[in-house]
């Protein structure tokens, strides 16, 4: 919070939003609340946010299915905008601006945020909690396949990826695609991947198979952790991002889809940099904007739908879309789109 | 020791070596001593055998300096042997032997024990404590290099090795020289290296600068631990060597050395599996026997100069020499020695 001090119009408060009582009181005066806690506070605090009545952009990353709020969110005429950050976010908003056109056969993207400096063991720095990153990391992977949901192991199919602004990537199933699984059933083709540099992925299936992921506890002498706990402690250090360390967010959204015009590839590509002039990164920057311009939605009332909406609920308006991609291209997030016929 | 139950001439007994008087009023009656505590313990145990006035060998791996006891051992009328097993053990009676009949230009070694089947991620299964071979892996390596002690890295001067028996394994820098630095000191050149198969030394040095050998406590919730702690217990899971499953030692000892005959190269090989009709595994075999072949070399009378005596102090007495291999062949231990012309 200190961080915030000084900015004339910003008032900061340390709260415990575990006291969801106290916080529907605390979020009272207020037009919308943007929820950026940790994920696995995330449901109770949006729940809560929801039954005071409150307008809500989330950007916890809960594991929780949120559709179950739906019907309290319209009974108490609230807007809600779920997983609304650089992904899941953009590529859901692209996916419903494009099914409300055409006929999707397959979505596809790939994402990953890398310091630009590649330090060994890891060429890897966590912008966010290291915790969360093995999660990803050891969570089975969903994606579709010939209109089924199916389930692989995570960093499954890797494959090898250029980039022509940071050169080869390794890409790996992970289990991103969430609400997409669910809400645009006619797409039978989906499936979402992380991006590394090249041998990363190596490492971490070694210390998987040799047990250091393991949460079964292990007694020390007096004291008693899982592997677990212990690898993320050891990682905490070892893959810190120091505030000014230049790192990247890379992003290739791949559409297959048919339309009038007939059958073609729809390719979106995002490339940020931390950013020099404000210090601020680029894991923040896409993020962050994305989730405010869904504030900004909400609040010029170019999206006022009474319900919770993952991203590409809110797509398929292309007045949303564009508004989003408007106020990114505005502070310099940049995502260009190329279209080629089908092969 | 429930193992050694039923066999006529053994008599067992549970007993706290750190209570070093009680040690000497146990060994009283014996003739001889052989110590095969964990190398911690090592150096109390012998001092009190020493102390008691107890003929001794040593396998315990101390990693103490052992000659400070020469002097009481005198005093006391002591003949004590020290390292020996198969390595340290027989190199240094091979050095020992060959050094007092010709010049040694230069001493080197390599040894590993390693499981049959190859199982990833480590390809490797501990024939002794896993605390103790990361302490292998961590502890700088001396050598000697134009007639100067030298510290490495360990596992620097990586290389790969071909042999008939195992195919390719890789060699590196290991500390296992110890007393030899100092008791040969005409031998210019010296260096031991440790086997395993090619892959593994890149996952455990991956784990070395990932932090997971560091020594500092780390705290989770009330628990407090340190990296290595944790990595030994999970190591342990995976490096369990079952008693029944088949493992191999193997060893090459190389020396240049020049005599009236000349220059030339010699070259010992010791090849030794898990052995079927006993259930005795290769370590225990190669280690066990060298050990009490030194036993039996006091015992008969063969060697019985007062003082501590690491083998190759032994080994400079070729009727010793001799025992000992003959001891090994008679328990199909078996060494080859092949002699070539020095390059």
Redesign the interface.
């Known amino acids: 919070l200190a961080m915030l001090q000084g900015h004339a119009q910003i008032a900061t408060r340390r709260f415990d939003v575990r006291d969801t009582k106290g916080l529907k009181a605390l979020v009272m005066p207020f037009d919308l609340v943007i929820s950026a806690v940790p994920g696995f506070l995330g449901f109770q605090t949006i729940t809560a946010v929801i039954e005071a009545g409150k307008d809500l952009v989330d950007i916890s990353f809960l594991p929780e299915d949120v559709l179950p709020l739906d019907s309290m969110a319209k009974a108490n005429g609230v807007t809600a905008i779920t997983d609304c950050g650089v992904a899941p976010g953009l590529p859901n908003l692209i996916a419903g601006y494009h099914h409300a056109l055409s006929t999707i056969h397959r979505f596809e993207y790939m994402v990953g945020g890398l310091p630009r400096v590649r330090t ?3 060429e890897y720095k966590a912008p966010f909690s290291p915790c969360d990153v093995i999660e990803e990391y050891t969570r089975p992977a969903r994606l579709k396949e010939n209109g089924q949901v199916v389930t692989k192991p995570a960093m499954s199919d890797r494959e090898l990826i250029w980039f022509e602004e940071v050169g080869t990537l390794e890409a790996f199933n992970s289990d991103g695609l969430r609400s997409l699984l669910y809400t645009l059933p006619s797409i039978g083709e989906m499936c979402e991947k992380t991006l590394r540099y090249p041998g990363h992925i190596d ?1 971490i299936i ?1 210390l998987r ?4 992921f ?1 949460k079964d506890p ?1 007694k ?2 007096d ?3 899982t ?1 677990f ?2 690898t993320t ?3 905490k ?2 893959w810190f991002l120091h505030p000014e360390e230049e790192e990247f967010t890379i992003m290739r959204i791949m559409l297959n889809l048919e339309d009038g015009e007939g059958r073609r590839t729809v390719q979106y590509h995002l490339y940020d940099t931390w950013h020099p002039q404000t210090g601020i990164s680029s894991m923040a920057r896409t993020t962050g904007y994305t989730c405010t311009a869904a504030a900004h939605l909400i609040l010029n009332g170019i999206f006022n739908d009474k319900g919770v909406f993952p991203p590409e609920c809110v797509g398929k308006h292309s007045a949303a879309k564009d508004f989003v991609f408007n106020y990114l291209v505005a502070r310099d997030v940049l995502i260009t789109c190329t279209e080629g016929s089908f092969v």
Chains 1, 2 share one sequence.
């Open positions: 060994l063991p890891f490492k070694f198979d040799a047990g250091f393991g292990i020390v002498g004291a008693s952790f592997p706990d212990l402690e050891v990682l250090k070892g």
